[in-house]
């Protein structure tokens, strides 16, 4: 079955510690994405990719770092530099090129102890 | 400043009876404007999703009614039932501008017996 797959579901970080969410897609989807969502405040964008190794800043990019050597996976860094961490983040990818549908992940819930 | 705004934050409608959440935008640009349905713990997905080019799309019992001079939108569900209950997010993107979605902070529906 085609989709994007998140890993792992539930992550706890300790402060001052930087931790990667994984992100794969068989989707063959040109361009990935990764929302940041917290309570009452929708999906909020972190960082985009439409091709690989190419990526541009969202609106809450502070904190966070990504790569994007394949085009099937984006994974997202949670630095130490983030202030508020805890939250739900999710990954989506969808075609390039044009406004069409956007898959989504499960989402990885972070946690800092 | 937020690209589209979300009414109301949540909702609470009778089984049989319609739920109706709105949504505004200020980028003319836009050209795609989907709505997504979210329950606790999953990702988001796409319920339906509508071009400048029509008023009104109807899916079963989801219809988009959309109104370009307005630059407004909403989502219409029919004959709501307890498994509709969840959270709603309209959505925007510019395929010429090839932006990302831009999301609207939610609402969360609760259909009651």
């Known amino acids: 079955d085609g989709g994007i797959t998140q890993s792992p579901k539930y992550l706890f970080r300790k402060e001052g510690q930087n931790v990667t969410l994984s992100c794969e897609q068989n989707l063959n989807h040109d361009a990935m994405y990764w929302y940041r969502q917290d309570p009452g405040q929708g999906l909020r964008l972190i960082y985009y990719?439409?091709?690989?190794?190419?990526?541009q800043k969202g609106d809450i990019a502070e904190g966070y770092s990504v790569s994007r050597e394949k085009k099937e996976s984006f994974p997202l860094t949670v630095t130490s530099a983030q202030k508020n961490p805890t939250a739900f983040y999710l990954c989506?990818?969808?075609?390039?090129?044009?406004?069409?549908?956007?898959?989504f992940g499960q989402g990885t819930r972070l946690t800092v102890v | 400043q937020q690209q589209v705004k979300q009414s109301p934050q949540s909702l609470i409608v009778q089984k049989g009876g319609i739920s109706i959440i709105n949504c505004a935008y200020e980028n003319t640009a836009f050209d795609y404007f989907p709505w997504y349905q979210q329950f606790p713990g999953k990702g988001p997905a796409l319920l339906i999703a509508i071009r400048p080019d029509v008023s009104e799309k109807k899916e079963g019992r989801f219809t988009i009614s959309f109104n370009k001079s307005a630059k407004q939108f909403s989502l219409h569900i029919m004959d709501s039932q307890p498994g509709d209950s969840a959270t709603y997010f309209c959505?925007?993107?510019?395929?010429?501008?090839?932006?990302?979605?831009?999301f609207g902070k939610g609402t969360r529906l609760s259909v009651i017996a």
């Open positions: 990719s439409q091709i690989v190794n190419d990526f």
């Open positions: 989506a990818s969808t075609e390039a090129g044009r406004s069409t549908e956007a898959f």
């Open positions: 959505a925007a993107s510019s395929g010429s501008g090839n932006t990302p979605l831009v």
